[in-house]
């Protein structure tokens, strides 16, 4: 165990606690749910790999193999739950904090005016604008054509609605025409 | 650097959160809460190097313990009724605990080597382990072959448990008509569009978390580990199975009827191990006869069958158990607006449909 | 190793101990329940740090078999979490809905 090679695990080791500590206190601080996913992802990720590797340094080869097993694990697992922690949340409809798109989180404002950006496809950023970070401003009145300039791929809101009702909603009524037929017996059956 | 700062904060940290579960309405909140009531227990059987409590804490606590909580919270109401606040059980708890915690006063200090536990029996096994049995890790030794009996009626506690909630739990009536069959793989199903991720990592985990249980059910002589451990290791891949695919899926790999014979099997292995023994010549549970010349080589293999009849009774139980929750089918509760109902699955390519409040607004 | 280790592994473990506070109060004030959910999870991840760190803190690295552990059963922990508040129940939305319905109870009158 040389000197340097202890020096360079205490590196990585404070790295990661830092990036640990960082990602805590954004947990705090972040105003709303996504932000602070992306805060505790940090800390699974860049703190939790830190930790483990920099804790390498200190130790035999049986156990710098555990060591990175529990990275691996740390890295599949922790990071796919909050993978499916942010599906599942913005399904469920919470919103951010700053809405630029318009999206099914969003809620109009009462006076009607447009206070969210919604960008047209004519007008979309194109891969410089985007990569730049430049962001176009566009009234409300071009909104609708939204629609027109995403017909082709995407289903439209009548299919996704009606696609949406018999998959997804599980204790709605059965369509009606087949209960129309058996509708005493069901009543019977059912009691 | 001594470790009892780091064990005082934990201590903070377990009084707040139980604080909180006790004030909480929202019983999922609860159940969450009690998970992390069992990493920070675990946290602190580790410190205090425990650590195959540290180990069984944390696979029963805070692993299939929360799962069973859902699974008992999707049967009943989700909040909390409201009690009365009385005061007489208010008082009587007080002075009760006052009473108590003045009587740890008198108790050996925290480590202190001449505690009663350490004289006599406790001293025996620390010093004589090596000798008498051959394996380094004295709490296998001391739960396997020198408290043998003990474990024996553990299992059976165990087993126990599996019986009654199979007998008081399980419903003829299924909550899927009989022909449910779990999703196939590459349906088109809303259900498998939504996790792939999910579902892609958890086919990655699957074969490395039972391979792990088996590492665990192996390596209990030399290090922490051991039969109870690896059961509940082994059921948690199959329970994890379950989440992703559904109990469905589950049962066409592992049979009810499987799980409990395999229920019965190890505790049967167990018992016949130490009838085994009296066939050999020695007491009941006594290893060594299996090899009069070599009384550590008995001993290994006495442990060896032992833990795995542990380690298969309590996986079977495990699994039971989450079957049993999972099949019965779920209450007619008046709904409740946040949890309950299914939200649509977005999607952002089309204009969505905003809230009825907002149809009227549309640009 | 240098004698200066344990107190970087101290240090170390005092710094996840803090991560851990800052989850916990994100449990505890979170005002939505994926909140917790994911307070609950990141408390998971920091708590396999901690065993980790505290194995070569007391000199036995040999406790990261439990660090495994922890970091699948979490896994799992926050997955019931997931399905049960997308579905209700541990088993929702795993079979097709056509397959679904409830077996008729038997009928009451005397054929």
């Known amino acids: 165990m040389t000197l340097a090679l202890a020096i360079v695990g205490t590196v ?65 697992s922790s990071v796919v739950s909050t993978h499916a922690l942010v599906k599942a949340a913005y399904a469920r409809g919470i919103r951010l904090e700053n809405p630029r798109v318009r999206d099914w989180t969003t809620r109009p404002s009462k006076s009607g005016e447009a206070e969210v950006v919604v960008p047209t496809a004519a007008e979309a950023p194109s891969l410089d604008e985007l990569a730049l970070g430049v962001e176009r401003e566009v009234d ?47 009543e019977e059956v059912r009691s | 650097m001594s470790e009892v700062p780091l064990e005082a904060v934990l201590f903070v940290f377990l009084l707040i959160v139980g604080i909180v579960v006790g004030r909480l309405r929202n019983l999922f909140s609860a159940a969450m809460l009690t998970g992390i009531f069992s990493f920070l227990s675990a946290g602190l059987f580790t410190l205090m190097t425990a650590v195959d409590v540290a180990f069984t804490e944390a696979a029963v606590g805070a692993g299939i313990s929360t799962v069973l909580f859902l699974a008992t919270l999707a049967l009943t109401d989700d909040t909390e009724r409201e009690s009365d606040r009385s005061w007489l059980a208010i008082g009587v708890v007080s002075l009760t605990g006052l009473a108590l915690f003045f009587g740890t006063f008198d108790m050996p200090a925290y480590g202190s080597p001449d505690a009663p536990i350490h004289e006599g029996v406790g001293r025996h096994y620390l010093m004589h382990s090596w000798d008498e049995i051959g394996l380094p890790n004295v709490v296998t030794s001391v739960l396997a072959s020198y408290r043998g009996f003990d474990t024996f009626g553990e299992l059976a506690v165990v087993f126990t448990a599996g019986i009654g909630v199979t007998l008081l739990l399980r419903s003829k009536k299924a909550v899927m008509g009989p022909g449910a069959k779990p999703i196939p793989q590459r349906s088109r199903a809303p259900y498998v ?3 792939p991720v999910v579902r892609a990592v958890g086919k990655v ?16 002589d030399f290090g922490p580990g051991g039969g109870f451990q690896a059961g509940v290791v082994f059921a948690a891949g199959f329970v994890l199975y379950g989440l992703i695919w559904g109990p469905r899926a589950v049962q066409q790999i592992a049979p009810e009827r499987l799980l409990e014979a395999g229920m019965s099997i190890g505790l049967l292995l167990y018992g016949c191990v130490g009838v085994a023994a009296l066939f050999a010549g020695g007491t009941y549970l006594d290893y060594s006869a299996f090899t009069p010349e070599h009384p550590t080589h008995g001993q290994h293999w006495g442990i060896f069958l032992v833990e795995l009849g542990v380690g298969i009774t309590v996986s079977a139980v495990m699994l039971v158990i989450y079957f049993v929750f999972t099949a019965r089918p779920r209450p007619r509760l008046p709904k409740k607006t946040p949890e309950q109902s299914v939200a649509p699955a977005p999607r952002l390519t089309a204009i969505p449909e905003l809230p009825t409040e907002g149809a009227e607004e549309r640009p | 190793m240098p004698s200066w280790t344990t107190e970087v592994f101290f240090g170390a473990a005092i710094g996840v101990l803090v991560t851990m506070a800052l989850a916990l109060l994100r449990s505890v004030l979170g005002p939505s329940t994926y909140d917790r959910i994911l307070a609950l999870n990141s408390f998971g991840t920091k708590t396999v740090l901690l065993i980790a760190v505290a194995g070569f803190l007391d000199g036995r690295p040999e406790w990261l078999d439990l660090a495994i552990v922890y970091a699948l059963i979490n896994f799992i922990g926050t997955l019931a979490v997931l399905r049960f508040s997308k579905y209700g129940s541990l088993a929702g939305g795993t079979t097709l809905p056509e397959d679904e319905e409830m077996p008729e109870r038997p009928s009451l009158e005397q054929p």
Not at chain 1, 54 to 63: K, N, Q
Not at chain 1, 149 to 168: D, G, K, N, S, Y
Request: proline residues 6%; negative net charge; contains cysteine.
């Open chain 2, 205 to 220: 985990m699957l074969p490395f978390i039972l391979l792990f249980a088996l590492y665990v059910q192996a390596h209990g």
């Open chain 1, 140 to 186: 409300a009145a071009e909104a609708p054509d939204l629609a027109a300039e995403h017909e082709l791929t995407a289903v439209t809101e009548q299919e996704e609605r009606e696609a949406a009702i018999p998959e997804l909603d599980l204790s709605a009524q059965p369509e009606p025409e087949p209960v129309a037929e058996t509708d005493d017996d069901d």
């Open chain 2, 193 to 195: 569009r939504e996790m």
């Open chain 1, 12 to 76: 990585i080791l404070l790295g990661g606690v830092f990036f640990c500590v960082v990602g805590g206190i954004g947990l705090i601080r972040l105003p709303d749910f996504y932000s602070r996913c992306h805060a505790a992802g940090m800390t699974d990720s860049a703190g939790a790999a830190g930790v483990l590797v920099g804790l390498c340094f200190f130790a035999e080869p049986l156990v710098i193999a555990k060591l990175l097993t529990v990275v691996a694990f740390i890295w599949l």
